[in-house]
C-alpha cells in the first residue's frame, strides 16, 4: 500500500531521541545467531522490514525465534542445524539477507531458493556468486545474475579472494561460507569495508584474524550463542543530523548510537564540513562503540565525496545530497557508481527529487555536481520505493517554502518504519 506524507516547513528540530537498532548488525547477528549452539539474545533488534526479512529466513531454516518488537532469542543448533526449507525464502527487499544469506546456504547439505521483491530481483547477484563458485558451490541464478538464486548447497573449500568491489556484504558472504569450509578462508578488500562481521564472528567465538585489509577465518569453529545488545543505526541517526544542521536554531540529541569506525566517516566529513557535532561519551558493547550524538544548526562550507570515503558514506549519499544544496560551496560526488545498484538508482532518484524542488543538480555517470547556496521549493517528491530517498527528501521539505508531499513514504520502514512518528515528535 502506497501512501503519501505531507511535510511542513519547520521551525526548529529540537528533543532527545533514541532510534531503533543498527540494520547491518542486527542481520547479522541473527544469521551467525542461527548457526551457533544455544540461545543467543539479541536486544534492540532493527525493527526494519529488512531485518525482519533475515529472522523471517532463519525461522525457514528450521531455527526457532522467540520474541516481538526489538527482543529476540534465537534458539541456534550450531554449523549443522539448519533443516531443508519447506518453500522459498523470501527476502523481501533486502540485499543484505540474500547476499549474506547465500554463503550459509552454499555450505548446507540441501538445496534451497531465495527471492525478493521487484526491487531486489533487479540487483546484481554475481558479485556473490563468483567466489561460492570458487568454494565449490552451484549457484543458478535469473539471467545469470539477478535473484531468485538456485543454491544446491555442497562441500565447500577454502579460497584466498580479493573482493573486485568494495562491498562488506560480499566479504560477509565469503566469510559466512568459510565457517563451512576445509580450511582457512581469506578475503581481502580494495577498500575497508564496514567491519560488523569480523566484530560479530569474533564475539560468537570464530577464530578469525584481521591484517591491514585481509581478513582470515577458519572454517568449522564452534560458534557459542551470546547476550548481545544492537547500537541505534548511525545511517537512520543521519537524517536527524541533516535535518539538525539544515533548520537554523535546531539543537537535537540522539542517544546510543553505533559508532563503529567504519562507519564513522559521516561525523568527520561533517564536522570537516563545520558541523557543530558533539560525542559526549563513547563506550564499547559487544565490540561495538556506542555514544551519543548532540547536533546543532550550523552553517557549513560543503565538500566532496569521493575513493574510499564514497564507499564509507555509501548509504548516506542521498541525505547528504540534500545536505550539499544548503552548503556554501556546494558537494560533489564521484566514485559512487555502486549508488546506481542500491534499492533505486540513487544517482537518478537523488537529482531528479532535487529537480523536482527547483534546486539544481548535476548528474554524472559516477556522481553528482550540487551547487551550495540554494533553496528548496516545496515539491510533490516520489521515493520510488526507496527508503533512504522517502528520509532523504522529508528532510529536504523541512527547509522548504511551503508544504511538501512524499509519494511511497511507506518506504522507509525498510529500515526506519518509526521514522515519520520521530520526525513529527522533534520537528516544531
Ligand atoms: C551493508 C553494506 C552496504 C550497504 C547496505 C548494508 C551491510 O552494501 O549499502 O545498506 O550491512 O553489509 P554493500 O556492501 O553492497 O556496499
Known amino acids: 500500500m502506497q501512501t503519501t506524507k505531507r511535510i511542513s516547513p519547520a521551525k526548529v528540530i529540537a528533543g532527545s531521541l533514541s532510534l531503533p537498532g543498527d540494520k547491518s548488525i542486527s542481520h547479522r547477528y541473527a544469521l551467525i545467531g542461527a548457526i551457533a549452539e544455544g540461545d543467543t539474545s539479541i536486544a534492540n533488534y532493527s525493527t526494519g522490514a529488512d531485518c525482519h526479512s533475515t529472522l523471517g529466513c532463519v525461522r525457514a531454516l528450521g531455527i526457532e525465534v522467540e520474541g516481538a518488537g526489538t527482543e529476540f532469542v534465537i534458539h541456534g543448533k550450531g554449523l549443522d542445524g539448519l533443516r531443508p526449507p519447506a518453500g522459498d525464502l523470501d527476502a523481501g527487499n533486502s540485499g ?9 546456504l552454499a555450505g548446507q547439505p540441501f538445496a534451497s531458493r531465495i527471492f525478493g521483491d521487484e526491487s531486489l ?45 568494495p562491498s562488506a556484504q560480499v566479504k560477509t558472504c565469503v566469510l559466512l561460507a568459510g565457517l563451512y569450509a576445509d580450511g582457512s578462508t581469506s578475503v581481502t578488500e580494495p577498500i575497508r569495508s564496514r567491519d ?77 564540513m563545520g558541523a557543530r557535532i558533539r560525542v559526549p ?30 564507499a564509507a558514506l555509501i548509504d548516506e549519499i542521498p541525505v547528504l545530497a540534500v545536505l550539499g544544496a544548503a552548503t556554501e560551496k556546494g558537494l560533489t560526488v564521484r566514485d559512487a557508481g555502486e549508488l546506481r545498484i542500491k534499492e533505486t ?39 520510488s520505493g526507496d527508503h533512504r530517498i522517502a528520509m532523504a527528501f522529508a528532510v529536504a521539505a523541512l527547509r522548504a517554502d ?27
Not at 544446491?152 to 579460497?159: E, N, P, Q, T, V
Not at 564472528?201 to 569453529?221: C, H, M, N, S, Y
Not at 546510543?256 to 569506525?261: A, F, I, K, T
Not at 511551503?402 to 525498510?414: F, H, N, P, Y
Open 96 to 104: 543484505s539477507t540474500i547476499r549474506m544469506l547465500s554463503g550459509i
Open 121 to 165: 530481483s533487479r540487483r546484481p547477484m554475481q558479485r556473490v556468486m563468483k567466489p561460492l563458485a570458487q568454494m565449490g558451490a552451484r549457484i543458478e541464478a535469473r539471467d545469470g545474475q539477478f535473484p531468485p538464486l538456485r543454491i544446491a548447497g555442497s562441500r565447500l573449500h577454502a579460497i584466498d579472494y580479493t573482493l573486485p568491489v
Open 196 to 272: 560488523h562481521t569480523e566484530i560479530a564472528l569474533r564475539e560468537f567465538g570464530a577464530d578469525i584474524a584481521v591484517e591491514r585489509q585481509k581478513i582470515t577465518i577458519a572454517g568449522r569453529p564452534r560458534l557459542a550463542g551470546r547476550k548481545l545488545v544492537v547500537p541505534s543505526d548511525l545511517s537512520s541517526a543521519a537524517f536527524f543530523l541533516v535535518a539538525g544542521l539544515l533548520v537554523p536554531g535546531s539543537h537535537l540529541s540522539i542517544h546510543g548510537v553505533g559508532l563503529n569506525p567504519t562507519r564513522s566517516a559521516l561525523l568527520d566529513f561533517l564536522a570537516g
Open 281 to 310: 561519551n563513547l563506550e564499547s558493547q559487544n565490540g561495538e562503540l556506542i555514544g551519543d550524538l548532540e547536533v546543532e544548526y550550523s552553517e557549513l562550507r560543503g565538500g566532496t565525496i569521493d575513493g574510499g570515503l564514497t
Open 345 to 383: 538508482d540513487r544517482i537518478r532518484t537523488v537529482v531528479d527529487n532535487l529537480r523536482l524542488m527547483g534546486v539544481q543538480a548535476e548528474e554524472l555517470p559516477d556522481g553528482m555536481v550540487i551547487p551550495g547556496r540554494q533553496q528548496f521549493h516545496a515539491a510533490r517528491l516520489d521515493s
Open 402 to 428: 511551503g508544504e511538501s508531499t512524499i509519494e511511497g513514504a511507506d518506504a522507509a520502514s525498510v529500515s526506519f518504519p518509526e521514522f515519520w512518528d520521530t520526525l513529527a515528535r522533534c520537528t516544531g
